[in-house]
C-alpha cells in the first residue's frame, strides 16, 4: 500500500538551534502538505507544497517530486516549535482528498 | 466564525448513548472530510464528501454514520460506540478544483465510558 515515513520520530533541540525534518512517499503525489499538531491538537497548515520550495518566516519547504521526498527546515526554534509535525500525501491517481499521513516527527523544544 | 468549526469540543459518552458531532467550514469549500486519531497515532481518514456525495467510506464500523446536508455543514452521528473509539475526531475541507489543500478544524475529543 502507500508508505509516507517521517524521519526522525522524535526529536530535542536547544531553543536557537536549526533542524532538518524528513518526508518519504511511496508513490506521485499531487499534494502535499506539512501540519503542525499543537498540544490541544489543532492542526495548523504549514505548507501546501507537491513540489518545490516555499519560504514562510524561519520555516522553510522543499519537495523533490521525482525522487518522492519533502524536507522541513526549522531554523531558529524556540519553545513554541513544540509539538508533532506531520507530512500528508494525496497520491496522484486519486480524486483528490484522500490524504495519508505519515507517523509523525515529536519535537521538543528545550528553553 | 472563521475557517472550520467543530463542536462539540469535548464530549463523554456512554456506550449505548446517541450523540452526534459537527463541522461548519466558512471557506467555501466544496468537500468535507472526517479523520480519527488514537493516542500516538496518525490520523486516518473516515468519510469524504465531495459535492455532498459521499465518495469513500474508509472501512469505517456503522456505529459512525456520516451526514453532509449541504457543503458547508457535515456531521457524524455516533451510536452504541465501544471505548476504543474514544479518539479525537477532526474535519477538514478543501476546494477540489483548486490543488486540493486541506484545512482542519479544532477537533472533538470523545470519550467513551
Known amino acids: 500500500g502507500i508508505q509516507v515515513e517521517q524521519s526522525p520520530p522524535d526529536l530535542i533541540l536547544q531553543e536557537g538551534a536549526n533542524s532538518t525534518l524528513r518526508c518519504n512517499f511511496s508513490?506521485?503525489?499531487?499534494?502535499l502538505q506539512w501540519f503542525h499538531q499543537n498540544p490541544w491538537g489543532q492542526l495548523i497548515n504549514l505548507f501546501y507544497?507537491?513540489?518545490g520550495t516555499k519560504q514562510n518566516g524561519r520555516l522553510s519547504a522543499t519537495t523533490v517530486a521525482t525522487e518522492r521526498y519533502s524536507l522541513l527546515y526549522i531554523s531558529s526554534s524556540q519553545t513554541t516549535d513544540s509539538g508533532v509535525y506531520f507530512c500528508?500525501?494525496?497520491?496522484?491517481?486519486?480524486?483528490?482528498?484522500?490524504?495519508?499521513f505519515g507517523q509523525g516527527t515529536e519535537l521538543s523544544v528545550k528553553p | 466564525e472563521t475557517g472550520v468549526t467543530q463542536t462539540p469540543r469535548h464530549l463523554v459518552m456512554g456506550m449505548t448513548n446517541k450523540k452526534s458531532l459537527k463541522c461548519e467550514q466558512h471557506?467555501?469549500?466544496?468537500?468535507m472530510y472526517w479523520y480519527k486519531q488514537s493516542a500516538k497515532k496518525p490520523l486516518e481518514l473516515m468519510f469524504v464528501?465531495?459535492?455532498?456525495?459521499?465518495?469513500e467510506n474508509n472501512s469505517v464500523p456503522s456505529r459512525f454514520s456520516p451526514e453532509c446536508p449541504n457543503s458547508s455543514h457535515l456531521f457524524l452521528h455516533l451510536h452504541t460506540l465501544q471505548p476504543e473509539d474514544s479518539a479525537l475526531y477532526l474535519c477538514?475541507?478543501?476546494?477540489?478544483?483548486?490543488?486540493?489543500?486541506?484545512?482542519f478544524g479544532p477537533g472533538t475529543r470523545l470519550t467513551v465510558t
Open positions: 477538514a475541507s478543501s476546494q477540489l478544483d483548486s490543488g486540493y489543500e486541506q484545512y
Open positions: 508513490d506521485s503525489v499531487n499534494n
Open positions: 507544497i507537491p513540489s
Open positions: 500528508a500525501v494525496d497520491m496522484i491517481y486519486n480524486q483528490g482528498g484522500k490524504l495519508i
Open positions: 471557506l467555501g469549500h466544496n468537500a
Open positions: 464528501y465531495n459535492f455532498k456525495e459521499q465518495t
